[in-house]
Protein backbone atom coordinates (compact mmCIF):
# COMPACT_ATOMS: atom_id res chain seq x y z
CA UNK A 1 0.00 0.00 0.00
CA UNK A 2 1.40 3.53 -0.99
CA UNK A 3 0.93 6.56 1.14
CA UNK A 4 -0.70 9.96 0.16
CA UNK A 5 1.23 12.54 -0.28
CA UNK A 6 0.28 16.05 1.22
CA UNK A 7 1.16 19.28 -0.40
CA UNK A 8 -0.17 22.75 -0.92
CA UNK A 9 -2.50 22.90 -4.62
CA UNK A 10 -0.28 24.65 -7.21
CA UNK A 11 2.80 22.41 -5.85
CA UNK A 12 1.95 18.68 -6.69
CA UNK A 13 4.54 16.42 -7.99
CA UNK A 14 2.75 14.95 -11.82
CA UNK A 15 4.37 12.64 -13.48
CA UNK A 16 2.70 14.79 -16.51
CA UNK A 17 5.98 16.45 -17.24
CA UNK A 18 6.46 19.38 -19.95
CA UNK A 19 8.52 17.00 -22.11
CA UNK A 20 5.64 14.60 -21.96
CA UNK A 21 3.08 17.26 -23.07
CA UNK A 22 5.66 18.23 -26.12
CA UNK A 23 6.34 14.68 -26.81
CA UNK A 24 2.73 13.72 -26.97
CA UNK A 25 1.45 16.67 -28.71
CA UNK A 26 1.31 15.19 -32.17
CA UNK A 27 -1.14 17.73 -33.94
CA UNK A 28 -3.69 14.93 -36.52
CA UNK A 29 -5.71 17.08 -39.13
CA UNK A 30 -6.39 16.88 -43.24
CA UNK A 31 -8.19 13.36 -43.63
CA UNK A 32 -8.25 12.50 -47.46
CA UNK A 33 -9.82 8.83 -48.90
CA UNK A 34 -9.00 7.07 -51.70
CA UNK A 35 -10.82 3.61 -52.12
CA UNK A 36 -9.60 2.17 -48.98
CA UNK A 37 -6.73 3.83 -48.59
CA UNK A 38 -6.50 6.82 -45.84
CA UNK A 39 -4.88 9.54 -45.75
CA UNK A 40 -3.52 12.23 -42.94
CA UNK A 41 -1.17 14.72 -41.77
CA UNK A 42 0.82 14.68 -38.84
CA UNK A 43 2.67 17.13 -37.01
CA UNK A 44 6.39 16.49 -35.96
CA UNK A 45 7.22 18.49 -33.21
CA UNK A 46 10.64 17.28 -32.58
CA UNK A 47 11.59 17.90 -36.24
CA UNK A 48 10.31 22.11 -36.07
CA UNK A 49 7.08 21.32 -35.95
CA UNK A 50 6.87 20.23 -39.71
CA UNK A 51 3.67 18.65 -41.01
CA UNK A 52 4.45 14.73 -42.83
CA UNK A 53 1.82 13.24 -44.67
CA UNK A 54 0.47 9.61 -43.66
CA UNK A 55 -1.12 6.77 -45.05
CA UNK A 56 -2.40 3.81 -44.34
CA UNK A 57 -2.78 1.29 -47.19
CA UNK A 58 -3.40 -2.27 -46.83
CA UNK A 59 -3.29 -2.13 -43.41
CA UNK A 60 -0.06 -1.04 -43.04
CA UNK A 61 0.93 2.97 -42.39
CA UNK A 62 3.58 4.77 -43.92
CA UNK A 63 4.69 8.29 -43.96
CA UNK A 64 4.86 9.96 -47.62
CA UNK A 65 6.67 13.13 -47.04
CA UNK A 66 10.29 12.93 -44.86
CA UNK A 67 11.98 15.71 -44.17
CA UNK A 68 12.49 18.39 -45.30
CA UNK A 69 9.73 18.27 -46.75
CA UNK A 70 6.11 20.30 -44.18
CA UNK A 71 3.18 19.72 -46.15
CA UNK A 72 1.13 22.75 -45.07
CA UNK A 73 -0.06 25.89 -46.68
CA UNK A 74 -0.23 29.56 -45.79
CA UNK A 75 -3.22 30.70 -47.41
CA UNK A 76 -4.94 33.45 -45.45
CA UNK A 77 -1.45 32.81 -42.82
CA UNK A 78 -3.84 29.48 -41.47
CA UNK A 79 -3.30 27.51 -43.96
CA UNK A 80 -5.04 24.06 -44.51
CA UNK A 81 -6.02 22.07 -47.35
CA UNK A 82 -2.51 21.42 -47.86
CA UNK A 83 -2.93 18.53 -50.39
CA UNK A 84 -4.89 16.17 -52.04
CA UNK A 85 -4.62 12.45 -53.96
CA UNK A 86 -5.47 11.22 -56.83
CA UNK A 87 -4.93 7.74 -58.00
CA UNK A 88 -1.28 7.17 -56.89
CA UNK A 89 -0.23 10.63 -57.02
CA UNK A 90 -0.26 13.06 -54.49
CA UNK A 91 -0.38 16.67 -54.54
CA UNK A 92 0.64 19.05 -51.74
CA UNK A 93 2.14 22.47 -50.81
CA UNK A 94 5.72 22.78 -49.30
CA UNK A 95 5.55 25.54 -46.27
CA UNK A 96 9.07 26.36 -47.09
CA UNK A 97 9.10 27.58 -50.44
CA UNK A 98 4.94 27.62 -51.22
CA UNK A 99 5.76 25.84 -54.50
CA UNK A 100 3.45 22.84 -55.26
CA UNK A 101 5.07 19.33 -55.41
CA UNK A 102 3.79 16.18 -56.97
CA UNK A 103 4.65 12.57 -55.52
CA UNK A 104 4.17 9.83 -58.33
CA UNK A 105 3.63 6.54 -56.06
CA UNK A 106 7.14 5.28 -54.58
CA UNK A 107 8.84 8.23 -56.42
CA UNK A 108 10.44 11.22 -54.70
CA UNK A 109 8.18 14.36 -54.59
CA UNK A 110 9.39 16.73 -57.62
CA UNK A 111 7.90 20.88 -57.67
CA UNK A 112 5.59 21.12 -60.70
CA UNK A 113 5.12 24.95 -59.94
CA UNK A 114 7.42 27.92 -60.40
CA UNK A 115 9.20 29.37 -57.72
CA UNK A 116 7.66 33.15 -56.52
CA UNK A 117 5.36 34.94 -54.22
CA UNK A 118 2.36 32.72 -54.93
CA UNK A 119 1.05 30.70 -52.05
CA UNK A 120 -1.93 27.64 -52.96
CA UNK A 121 -4.06 25.78 -50.83
CA UNK A 122 -7.86 23.58 -51.15
CA UNK A 123 -6.99 21.37 -54.07
CA UNK A 124 -9.55 19.54 -56.13
CA UNK A 125 -8.25 17.29 -59.23
CA UNK A 126 -9.82 17.92 -62.22
CA UNK A 127 -8.17 14.67 -64.28
CA UNK A 128 -10.18 14.89 -67.33
CA UNK A 129 -8.06 18.30 -67.53
CA UNK A 130 -4.72 17.06 -66.22
CA UNK A 131 -4.87 20.23 -63.68
CA UNK A 132 -5.64 21.01 -60.09
CA UNK A 133 -8.33 23.59 -59.37
CA UNK A 134 -7.45 25.51 -56.14
CA UNK A 135 -7.42 29.01 -54.52
CA UNK A 136 -4.21 30.97 -55.06
CA UNK A 137 -3.03 33.72 -52.89
CA UNK A 138 -0.58 36.36 -55.02
CA UNK A 139 1.36 37.86 -52.87
CA UNK A 140 3.61 41.16 -53.46
CA UNK A 141 6.82 40.98 -55.41
CA UNK A 142 8.01 43.43 -52.93
CA UNK A 143 8.29 41.39 -49.71
CA UNK A 144 8.33 45.37 -47.34
CA UNK A 145 4.74 46.23 -49.52
CA UNK A 146 2.09 46.86 -47.45
CA UNK A 147 -0.05 45.78 -50.21
CA UNK A 148 -2.52 43.45 -49.91
CA UNK A 149 -2.13 40.00 -51.85
CA UNK A 150 -4.87 39.12 -54.71
CA UNK A 151 -7.24 35.54 -53.91
CA UNK A 152 -8.49 34.14 -56.77
CA UNK A 153 -9.80 30.77 -57.94
CA UNK A 154 -7.20 29.62 -60.46
CA UNK A 155 -5.97 25.85 -62.40
CA UNK A 156 -2.71 24.75 -62.04
CA UNK A 157 -1.87 22.55 -65.06
CA UNK A 158 0.06 19.38 -64.11
CA UNK A 159 2.57 20.96 -66.32
CA UNK A 160 2.87 24.06 -64.07
CA UNK A 161 0.70 26.55 -66.38
CA UNK A 162 -1.70 28.10 -64.30
CA UNK A 163 -4.83 30.21 -65.64
CA UNK A 164 -7.14 32.55 -63.40
CA UNK A 165 -11.10 30.98 -63.34
CA UNK A 166 -12.63 33.46 -60.66
CA UNK A 167 -11.20 36.59 -59.69
CA UNK A 168 -12.89 40.20 -58.29
CA UNK A 169 -13.78 39.09 -54.54
CA UNK A 170 -10.96 39.21 -51.65
CA UNK A 171 -11.22 35.80 -50.91
CA UNK A 172 -12.19 32.44 -52.66
CA UNK A 173 -12.67 28.93 -51.23
CA UNK A 174 -14.11 25.16 -51.35
CA UNK A 175 -13.55 24.74 -55.23
CA UNK A 176 -15.71 21.82 -55.72
CA UNK A 177 -15.94 20.16 -59.24
CA UNK A 178 -19.45 17.75 -59.78
CA UNK A 179 -18.60 14.17 -60.49
CA UNK A 180 -18.94 14.33 -64.25
CA UNK A 181 -16.58 17.14 -64.30
CA UNK A 182 -18.92 19.08 -65.97
CA UNK A 183 -19.77 21.77 -63.02
CA UNK A 184 -17.81 23.96 -61.22
CA UNK A 185 -19.04 25.19 -57.51
CA UNK A 186 -16.96 27.38 -55.01
CA UNK A 187 -17.57 30.09 -52.20
CA UNK A 188 -16.38 33.61 -51.73
CA UNK A 189 -16.57 36.77 -49.90
CA UNK A 190 -15.03 39.81 -49.36
CA UNK A 191 -14.42 42.62 -46.84
CA UNK A 192 -15.40 43.54 -44.33
CA UNK A 193 -17.19 39.99 -43.93
CA UNK A 194 -15.79 36.89 -42.31
CA UNK A 195 -16.78 33.65 -43.54
CA UNK A 196 -18.93 32.66 -40.58
CA UNK A 197 -20.71 36.43 -41.04
CA UNK A 198 -21.70 36.10 -44.94
CA UNK A 199 -20.39 33.82 -47.87
CA UNK A 200 -21.81 33.22 -51.35
CA UNK A 201 -21.77 29.92 -52.86
CA UNK A 202 -21.59 30.03 -56.76
CA UNK A 203 -21.53 27.63 -59.74
CA UNK A 204 -20.61 27.56 -63.02
CA UNK A 205 -20.12 25.01 -66.00
CA UNK A 206 -16.84 23.97 -66.59
CA UNK A 207 -16.15 23.94 -70.88
CA UNK A 208 -13.95 21.73 -72.62
CA UNK A 209 -10.86 23.95 -72.57
CA UNK A 210 -11.50 24.03 -69.16
CA UNK A 211 -12.35 27.81 -68.53
CA UNK A 212 -15.98 28.37 -67.02
CA UNK A 213 -19.22 29.36 -68.32
CA UNK A 214 -22.09 31.68 -67.12
CA UNK A 215 -21.56 32.04 -63.09
CA UNK A 216 -24.93 31.88 -60.94
CA UNK A 217 -25.07 32.48 -57.15
CA UNK A 218 -26.77 29.59 -55.24
CA UNK A 219 -27.25 30.67 -52.30
CA UNK A 220 -25.52 33.04 -49.50
CA UNK A 221 -25.23 36.65 -48.74
CA UNK A 222 -23.78 39.40 -46.57
CA UNK A 223 -25.70 37.77 -43.87
CA UNK A 224 -26.13 34.05 -44.61
CA UNK A 225 -22.82 32.20 -43.98
CA UNK A 226 -22.60 29.06 -46.35
CA UNK A 227 -20.10 26.64 -45.36
CA UNK A 228 -18.41 22.85 -47.01
CA UNK A 229 -20.20 22.37 -50.62
CA UNK A 230 -20.14 18.97 -51.41
CA UNK A 231 -21.51 17.10 -54.41
CA UNK A 232 -23.59 13.87 -54.16
CA UNK A 233 -22.44 10.58 -55.78
CA UNK A 234 -25.23 11.43 -58.27
CA UNK A 235 -24.31 14.78 -59.41
CA UNK A 236 -26.56 17.30 -56.86
CA UNK A 237 -25.12 19.85 -55.19
CA UNK A 238 -25.25 20.53 -50.95
CA UNK A 239 -23.84 22.69 -49.12
CA UNK A 240 -24.30 23.99 -44.95
CA UNK A 241 -25.62 27.61 -44.16
CA UNK A 242 -26.77 28.97 -40.95
CA UNK A 243 -29.91 30.63 -42.57
CA UNK A 244 -32.34 29.69 -39.99
CA UNK A 245 -29.93 30.68 -36.91
CA UNK A 246 -27.99 27.16 -36.92
CA UNK A 247 -25.18 25.69 -39.71
CA UNK A 248 -27.44 22.89 -40.81
CA UNK A 249 -27.82 20.83 -44.53
CA UNK A 250 -29.22 21.41 -47.26
CA UNK A 251 -29.10 20.49 -51.26
CA UNK A 252 -29.98 22.43 -54.58
CA UNK A 253 -33.30 20.87 -55.71
CA UNK A 254 -35.34 21.48 -58.85
CA UNK A 255 -37.20 23.58 -56.94
CA UNK A 256 -34.27 25.96 -55.71
CA UNK A 257 -32.62 25.14 -51.76
CA UNK A 258 -34.31 22.10 -49.56
CA UNK A 259 -33.19 21.80 -46.14
CA UNK A 260 -32.53 18.04 -45.01
CA UNK A 261 -32.85 18.39 -41.21
CA UNK A 262 -33.70 21.42 -39.66
CA UNK A 263 -32.58 21.77 -36.03
CA UNK A 264 -30.73 23.38 -33.06
CA UNK A 265 -27.43 21.84 -34.06
CA UNK A 266 -24.35 22.97 -35.80
CA UNK A 267 -23.53 21.20 -39.13
CA UNK A 268 -21.31 23.34 -39.77
CA UNK A 269 -17.63 25.32 -38.12
CA UNK A 270 -15.84 28.82 -38.81
CA UNK A 271 -13.92 28.70 -41.95
CA UNK A 272 -10.30 29.10 -40.15
CA UNK A 273 -9.14 27.00 -42.28
CA UNK A 274 -9.57 25.57 -45.77
CA UNK A 275 -10.79 21.60 -45.80
CA UNK A 276 -13.02 21.74 -42.92
CA UNK A 277 -15.72 18.55 -43.13
CA UNK A 278 -18.07 17.40 -41.40
CA UNK A 279 -20.24 15.49 -43.86
CA UNK A 280 -20.12 13.10 -46.30
CA UNK A 281 -21.37 10.81 -49.13
CA UNK A 282 -21.21 6.97 -49.23
CA UNK A 283 -21.08 5.95 -52.70
CA UNK A 284 -25.06 5.00 -52.89
CA UNK A 285 -25.48 8.63 -51.67
CA UNK A 286 -25.73 8.37 -47.97
CA UNK A 287 -24.90 11.40 -45.91
CA UNK A 288 -23.06 10.75 -42.48
CA UNK A 289 -22.35 13.77 -40.82
CA UNK A 290 -20.88 14.94 -37.36
CA UNK A 291 -23.12 17.56 -35.82
CA UNK A 292 -22.75 19.69 -32.82
CA UNK A 293 -25.39 20.30 -29.89
CA UNK A 294 -24.88 21.93 -26.94
CA UNK A 295 -20.97 21.86 -27.55
CA UNK A 296 -21.05 18.10 -27.77
CA UNK A 297 -20.19 15.87 -31.24
CA UNK A 298 -22.37 13.28 -32.37
CA UNK A 299 -21.99 11.02 -35.31
CA UNK A 300 -25.25 10.01 -37.67
CA UNK A 301 -26.54 8.57 -40.87
CA UNK A 302 -28.42 11.20 -42.72
CA UNK A 303 -32.06 9.46 -43.53
CA UNK A 304 -35.31 11.23 -44.82
CA UNK A 305 -34.64 14.20 -42.76
CA UNK A 306 -33.61 11.92 -39.44
CA UNK A 307 -30.76 11.17 -37.90
CA UNK A 308 -29.85 7.55 -37.04
CA UNK A 309 -26.96 7.69 -34.50
CA UNK A 310 -23.67 5.95 -34.73
CA UNK A 311 -22.51 4.34 -31.76
CA UNK A 312 -19.00 5.95 -30.88
CA UNK A 313 -16.96 7.14 -27.85
CA UNK A 314 -16.19 10.19 -29.05
CA UNK A 315 -17.79 13.99 -27.44
CA UNK A 316 -15.85 16.20 -30.30
CA UNK A 317 -15.17 15.38 -33.33
CA UNK A 318 -13.56 18.00 -35.66
CA UNK A 319 -13.66 16.12 -39.40
CA UNK A 320 -14.52 12.84 -41.64
CA UNK A 321 -14.46 11.44 -44.33
CA UNK A 322 -16.95 8.95 -45.54
CA UNK A 323 -15.94 5.91 -47.60
CA UNK A 324 -17.82 2.33 -49.24
CA UNK A 325 -18.92 1.27 -45.90
CA UNK A 326 -16.84 3.57 -43.18
CA UNK A 327 -16.09 6.66 -41.68
CA UNK A 328 -12.77 7.76 -41.04
CA UNK A 329 -13.33 10.29 -38.06
CA UNK A 330 -10.56 12.60 -36.20
CA UNK A 331 -12.17 12.91 -32.51
CA UNK A 332 -11.60 12.85 -28.70
CA UNK A 333 -12.94 12.57 -25.81
CA UNK A 334 -12.55 13.84 -22.21
CA UNK A 335 -10.77 10.07 -21.66
CA UNK A 336 -9.38 9.97 -25.09
CA UNK A 337 -6.80 12.32 -26.76
CA UNK A 338 -7.09 13.30 -30.84
CA UNK A 339 -7.13 10.40 -32.99
CA UNK A 340 -7.70 9.43 -36.24
CA UNK A 341 -10.15 6.06 -36.26
CA UNK A 342 -11.77 4.16 -38.79
CA UNK A 343 -15.65 2.76 -37.68
CA UNK A 344 -17.02 0.18 -39.99
CA UNK A 345 -20.97 1.14 -40.17
CA UNK A 346 -22.19 -2.73 -40.67
CA UNK A 347 -20.68 -4.08 -37.89
CA UNK A 348 -19.74 -0.74 -36.00
CA UNK A 349 -16.23 -1.84 -35.18
CA UNK A 350 -13.54 0.97 -34.73
CA UNK A 351 -9.95 0.82 -35.48
CA UNK A 352 -7.72 3.47 -34.14
CA UNK A 353 -5.16 4.31 -36.72
CA UNK A 354 -3.22 7.19 -35.09
CA UNK A 355 -3.34 8.60 -31.89
CA UNK A 356 -1.67 12.53 -31.18
CA UNK A 357 -0.87 10.92 -27.77
CA UNK A 358 1.07 7.60 -27.64
CA UNK A 359 1.38 6.52 -24.03
CA UNK A 360 -1.57 8.20 -22.32
CA UNK A 361 -0.65 8.75 -17.90
CA UNK A 362 -2.39 6.51 -15.82
CA UNK A 363 -6.49 7.40 -14.99
CA UNK A 364 -5.33 8.64 -11.61
CA UNK A 365 -3.46 11.43 -12.97
CA UNK A 366 -6.09 12.79 -14.99
CA UNK A 367 -8.97 15.31 -14.60
CA UNK A 368 -13.01 14.76 -16.38
CA UNK A 369 -13.95 17.66 -16.77
CA UNK A 370 -17.56 18.52 -16.35
CA UNK A 371 -19.57 20.68 -18.62
CA UNK A 372 -21.44 23.77 -17.07
CA UNK A 373 -23.48 26.37 -17.24
CA UNK A 374 -24.11 29.49 -15.37
CA UNK A 375 -25.25 32.83 -15.49
CA UNK A 376 -23.18 36.24 -16.99
CA UNK A 377 -24.10 39.78 -16.85
CA UNK A 378 -27.06 40.88 -18.95
CA UNK A 379 -29.07 37.87 -18.16
CA UNK A 380 -26.59 35.81 -20.89
CA UNK A 381 -25.88 32.06 -19.63
CA UNK A 382 -21.98 30.97 -20.89
CA UNK A 383 -20.80 27.60 -21.21
CA UNK A 384 -17.67 26.11 -19.90
CA UNK A 385 -15.70 23.31 -19.03
CA UNK A 386 -14.06 22.81 -15.57
CA UNK A 387 -11.28 20.33 -14.74
CA UNK A 388 -11.23 19.96 -10.83
CA UNK A 389 -7.85 19.38 -9.92
CA UNK A 390 -6.88 15.52 -9.66
CA UNK A 391 -4.08 13.54 -8.99
CA UNK A 392 -3.96 10.17 -6.92
CA UNK A 393 -0.71 10.62 -5.37
CA UNK A 394 -1.22 13.80 -3.44
CA UNK A 395 -3.69 15.24 -1.43
CA UNK A 396 -4.29 19.07 -0.40
CA UNK A 397 -4.29 20.25 3.38
CA UNK A 398 -7.72 20.35 4.71
CA UNK A 399 -10.10 23.49 3.98
CA UNK A 400 -7.82 25.03 1.69
CA UNK A 401 -9.17 25.40 -1.86
CA UNK A 402 -6.86 25.32 -5.41
CA UNK A 403 -6.02 27.92 -7.64
CA UNK A 404 -7.80 27.74 -10.91
CA UNK A 405 -6.76 28.70 -14.25
CA UNK A 406 -9.47 30.62 -16.61
CA UNK A 407 -8.88 30.04 -20.37
CA UNK A 408 -10.29 32.06 -23.18
CA UNK A 409 -9.85 30.00 -26.32
CA UNK A 410 -8.90 32.01 -29.22
CA UNK A 411 -10.52 32.85 -32.27
CA UNK A 412 -12.52 34.72 -30.94
CA UNK A 413 -14.97 32.99 -33.01
CA UNK A 414 -13.43 29.29 -31.94
CA UNK A 415 -14.81 27.04 -29.55
CA UNK A 416 -13.23 25.12 -26.57
CA UNK A 417 -13.92 21.13 -26.41
CA UNK A 418 -13.32 18.84 -23.47
CA UNK A 419 -11.27 16.15 -25.71
CA UNK A 420 -7.95 15.07 -23.72
CA UNK A 421 -5.02 17.15 -23.96
CA UNK A 422 -1.85 16.77 -22.18
CA UNK A 423 -1.32 20.44 -21.61
CA UNK A 424 -4.58 20.62 -19.55
CA UNK A 425 -3.58 17.72 -17.18
CA UNK A 426 -0.58 19.22 -16.72
CA UNK A 427 -2.08 21.64 -14.45
CA UNK A 428 -4.78 19.86 -13.21
CA UNK A 429 -2.09 17.32 -11.70
CA UNK A 430 -0.04 19.74 -10.31
CA UNK A 431 -3.30 20.99 -8.20
CA UNK A 432 -4.61 23.66 -10.10
CA UNK A 433 -8.50 23.57 -11.34
CA UNK A 434 -8.92 24.50 -15.57
CA UNK A 435 -11.97 26.19 -16.47
CA UNK A 436 -12.06 26.61 -20.38
CA UNK A 437 -14.46 29.01 -20.98
CA UNK A 438 -16.84 28.89 -24.06
CA UNK A 439 -18.21 33.01 -23.96
CA UNK A 440 -20.88 34.72 -25.94
CA UNK A 441 -19.00 34.59 -29.30
CA UNK A 442 -18.28 31.13 -29.32
CA UNK A 443 -19.55 28.59 -32.12
CA UNK A 444 -21.15 25.52 -31.46
CA UNK A 445 -24.34 27.03 -30.18
CA UNK A 446 -26.32 28.69 -33.08
CA UNK A 447 -25.41 32.21 -34.35
CA UNK A 448 -27.44 34.26 -32.00
CA UNK A 449 -24.50 32.97 -29.37
CA UNK A 450 -21.96 33.34 -31.75
CA UNK A 451 -23.34 36.68 -32.90
CA UNK A 452 -22.91 37.84 -29.13
CA UNK A 453 -19.90 39.01 -29.50
CA UNK A 454 -20.63 41.62 -32.20
CA UNK A 455 -19.20 45.07 -31.43
CA UNK A 456 -18.80 43.18 -27.73
CA UNK A 457 -15.13 41.79 -28.44
CA UNK A 458 -13.41 42.67 -24.77
CA UNK A 459 -16.57 43.05 -23.06
CA UNK A 460 -18.97 40.16 -23.17
CA UNK A 461 -15.75 37.47 -23.22
CA UNK A 462 -14.10 39.11 -20.30
CA UNK A 463 -17.71 39.48 -18.85
CA UNK A 464 -18.12 35.57 -19.13
CA UNK A 465 -14.33 34.59 -17.89
CA UNK A 466 -15.21 36.61 -14.95
CA UNK A 467 -18.81 34.94 -14.05
CA UNK A 468 -17.16 31.50 -14.51
CA UNK A 469 -14.65 32.52 -11.70
CA UNK A 470 -17.03 33.73 -9.73
CA UNK A 471 -19.04 31.11 -10.18
CA UNK A 472 -16.55 28.13 -8.74
CA UNK A 473 -15.90 30.48 -5.84
CA UNK A 474 -19.52 30.63 -5.33
CA UNK A 475 -19.70 26.77 -5.15
CA UNK A 476 -16.83 26.68 -3.33
CA UNK A 477 -14.56 24.69 -5.64
CA UNK A 478 -11.64 27.18 -6.15
CA UNK A 479 -9.62 29.74 -4.11
CA UNK A 480 -11.07 33.20 -4.50
CA UNK A 481 -7.77 34.51 -4.27
CA UNK A 482 -5.58 32.64 -6.50
CA UNK A 483 -8.10 33.25 -9.38
CA UNK A 484 -5.61 33.17 -12.97
CA UNK A 485 -6.79 33.89 -16.16
CA UNK A 486 -4.71 33.00 -19.41
CA UNK A 487 -5.20 33.23 -23.05
CA UNK A 488 -3.32 33.26 -26.85
CA UNK A 489 -3.55 35.39 -29.56
CA UNK A 490 -7.54 36.56 -29.23
CA UNK A 491 -8.12 35.18 -25.89
CA UNK A 492 -4.89 36.70 -24.71
CA UNK A 493 -6.84 40.07 -25.61
CA UNK A 494 -9.95 38.78 -22.97
CA UNK A 495 -6.84 37.85 -20.90
CA UNK A 496 -5.31 41.59 -20.80
CA UNK A 497 -8.84 43.04 -20.52
CA UNK A 498 -9.71 40.92 -17.23
CA UNK A 499 -6.66 42.07 -15.93
CA UNK A 500 -6.75 45.64 -16.71
CA UNK A 501 -10.28 46.54 -16.26
CA UNK A 502 -10.98 44.68 -13.61
CA UNK A 503 -9.99 43.41 -9.93
CA UNK A 504 -11.22 39.63 -10.06
CA UNK A 505 -7.97 38.02 -11.31
CA UNK A 506 -4.69 37.69 -9.43
CA UNK A 507 -2.78 36.98 -12.33
CA UNK A 508 -2.57 36.11 -15.73
CA UNK A 509 -0.72 34.96 -19.10
CA UNK A 510 -0.89 36.47 -23.04
CA UNK A 511 0.61 34.19 -25.17
CA UNK A 512 0.65 35.87 -28.73
CA UNK A 513 -2.06 38.39 -26.98
CA UNK A 514 -3.35 41.11 -28.76
CA UNK A 515 -2.97 44.40 -26.70
CA UNK A 516 -3.38 47.04 -29.31
CA UNK A 517 -6.68 47.21 -31.31
CA UNK A 518 -5.73 50.04 -33.44
CA UNK A 519 -2.24 48.07 -34.04
CA UNK A 520 -3.58 44.85 -34.80
CA UNK A 521 -5.68 46.71 -37.51
CA UNK A 522 -2.59 48.47 -38.82
CA UNK A 523 -0.21 45.08 -39.01
CA UNK A 524 -3.07 42.31 -39.44
CA UNK A 525 -2.66 39.89 -42.67
CA UNK A 526 -5.33 40.79 -45.24
CA UNK A 527 -7.42 37.75 -44.05
CA UNK A 528 -8.45 39.35 -40.61
CA UNK A 529 -7.81 43.07 -41.71
CA UNK A 530 -11.32 44.08 -41.52
CA UNK A 531 -12.20 41.22 -38.61
CA UNK A 532 -12.66 44.11 -35.86
CA UNK A 533 -15.23 45.79 -38.05
CA UNK A 534 -17.70 43.24 -36.73
CA UNK A 535 -16.11 42.51 -33.19
CA UNK A 536 -15.54 46.08 -32.33
CA UNK A 537 -17.09 49.02 -35.11
CA UNK A 538 -16.55 50.01 -38.39
CA UNK A 539 -14.85 52.95 -39.57
CA UNK A 540 -14.45 55.47 -38.18
CA UNK A 541 -16.69 54.81 -35.07
CA UNK A 542 -13.87 52.07 -33.93
CA UNK A 543 -11.27 55.01 -33.30
CA UNK A 544 -13.12 56.04 -30.17
CA UNK A 545 -13.88 52.31 -28.99
CA UNK A 546 -10.39 51.29 -29.89
CA UNK A 547 -8.92 53.53 -27.32
CA UNK A 548 -11.54 52.45 -24.51
CA UNK A 549 -10.92 48.61 -25.13
CA UNK A 550 -6.93 48.16 -25.90
CA UNK A 551 -5.24 47.36 -22.70
CA UNK A 552 -2.04 49.48 -23.87
CA UNK A 553 -3.51 52.48 -23.46
CA UNK A 554 -4.54 51.51 -19.78
CA UNK A 555 -1.63 49.79 -18.63
CA UNK A 556 -1.56 52.19 -15.20
CA UNK A 557 -4.66 50.17 -14.33
CA UNK A 558 -2.98 46.85 -14.75
CA UNK A 559 -1.56 46.13 -11.60
CA UNK A 560 -1.79 42.15 -11.43
CA UNK A 561 1.93 40.12 -11.77
CA UNK A 562 1.60 38.54 -15.66
CA UNK A 563 3.80 36.84 -18.36
CA UNK A 564 3.99 36.92 -22.03
CA UNK A 565 5.39 34.71 -24.48
CA UNK A 566 5.68 35.61 -28.04
CA UNK A 567 6.63 34.19 -31.10
CA UNK A 568 9.37 36.06 -32.94
CA UNK A 569 8.22 35.33 -36.32
CA UNK A 570 4.71 35.95 -35.88
CA UNK A 571 2.73 37.14 -38.70
CA UNK A 572 -0.71 37.44 -36.88
CA UNK A 573 -0.37 39.02 -33.86
CA UNK A 574 3.11 40.62 -34.32
CA UNK A 575 5.53 40.76 -31.53
CA UNK A 576 5.00 44.48 -30.63
CA UNK A 577 1.71 44.29 -29.32
CA UNK A 578 3.64 41.76 -26.36
CA UNK A 579 6.56 43.72 -26.25
CA UNK A 580 4.83 47.26 -26.07
CA UNK A 581 2.63 45.70 -22.13
CA UNK A 582 6.11 44.00 -20.95
CA UNK A 583 8.18 47.63 -21.49
CA UNK A 584 5.09 49.49 -19.94
CA UNK A 585 4.82 46.95 -17.14
CA UNK A 586 8.80 46.90 -16.22
CA UNK A 587 8.41 50.80 -15.90
CA UNK A 588 5.45 50.72 -13.76
CA UNK A 589 7.20 48.17 -11.55
CA UNK A 590 4.71 45.47 -11.81
CA UNK A 591 5.91 42.03 -11.63
CA UNK A 592 6.03 41.18 -15.50
CA UNK A 593 8.24 38.01 -17.11
CA UNK A 594 8.44 37.65 -20.95
CA UNK A 595 9.33 34.82 -23.11
CA UNK A 596 10.22 36.01 -26.60
CA UNK A 597 10.77 32.52 -28.85
CA UNK A 598 12.61 32.99 -32.42
CA UNK A 599 11.43 30.85 -35.17
CA UNK A 600 7.61 30.69 -33.73
CA UNK A 601 5.03 31.99 -36.06
CA UNK A 602 1.17 32.49 -34.27
CA UNK A 603 1.79 29.36 -32.03
CA UNK A 604 4.24 27.40 -31.37
CA UNK A 605 5.28 24.13 -32.57
CA UNK A 606 8.72 23.27 -31.87
CA UNK A 607 8.93 20.52 -28.70
CA UNK A 608 11.46 22.65 -27.00
CA UNK A 609 9.89 25.86 -26.52
CA UNK A 610 6.43 23.72 -25.65
CA UNK A 611 8.72 22.47 -22.85
CA UNK A 612 10.32 26.17 -21.96
CA UNK A 613 6.90 28.27 -21.81
CA UNK A 614 4.87 25.39 -19.46
CA UNK A 615 7.93 25.34 -17.61
CA UNK A 616 8.11 29.05 -17.36
CA UNK A 617 4.51 29.71 -16.93
CA UNK A 618 4.27 26.94 -13.86
CA UNK A 619 7.24 28.63 -11.95
CA UNK A 620 5.67 31.81 -12.60
CA UNK A 621 2.10 31.23 -10.95
CA UNK A 622 4.17 29.52 -8.34
CA UNK A 623 6.84 32.34 -7.57
CA UNK A 624 3.65 35.01 -7.18
CA UNK A 625 1.22 32.56 -5.05
CA UNK A 626 4.36 31.76 -2.80
CA UNK A 627 4.19 27.97 -3.50
CA UNK A 628 7.70 25.55 -3.59
CA UNK A 629 9.26 25.50 -6.95
CA UNK A 630 11.69 23.24 -8.33
CA UNK A 631 15.44 23.95 -6.86
CA UNK A 632 16.53 24.36 -10.31
CA UNK A 633 17.51 26.97 -12.56
CA UNK A 634 14.27 29.73 -12.74
CA UNK A 635 13.46 28.87 -16.23
CA UNK A 636 12.00 32.70 -16.59
CA UNK A 637 13.47 35.75 -15.00
CA UNK A 638 10.22 38.22 -12.94
CA UNK A 639 11.30 41.76 -13.37
CA UNK A 640 9.77 43.57 -10.43
CA UNK A 641 9.17 40.95 -8.01
Not at 457 to 475: F, Q, S
Amino acid sequence: MTSTLTAPYGAWPSPISADLVAAGATPLSSIALRGDDIYWLAGRAAEAGRNTLMRRQDGQIQELTPLPFNVRSRVHEYGGGAYTVDGNSVFFSHFADNRLYRKDGAAEPYPFTAAGRQRYADFVVDAQRQRLIAVREQHPEDEGSHAQPVNTLCAVGFDGGESVLALGDDFYSSPRLSPDGSKLAWLSWSHPRMPWQGTELWLAEVHDDGSLGAVRRVAGGPNESICQPEWSPAGVLHFVSDRSGWWNLYRVGANGTEPLCRMDAEFGSPHWTFGNSMYGFAPDGEIVCTYIEKGVSKLARLHNGALDPIANPYQEIRELKVGDGFVVLLAGSPTIPAEIARIDLATGVLEVLERSIATLPHVGYLSIPDSISYPSANGRTAHAFFYPPGNKDVQAPSASKPPVIVISHGGPTGMAASTLKLATQYWTSRGFGVLDVNYGGSTGFGREYRDALKGQWGIVDVEDCIAGARHLVANGLVDGERLIVRGGSAGGLTTLCALTFHEVFKAGASYYGVSDLQGLDDDSHKFESHYNEYLIAPKPECQALYAQRSPIHHTGRLTRPMIFFQGLDDKVVPPQQSEMMVEALKQRGVPVAYMPLEGEGHGFRKAENIVRTLEAELYFYQRIFGLPVADVAPPVVIDNF
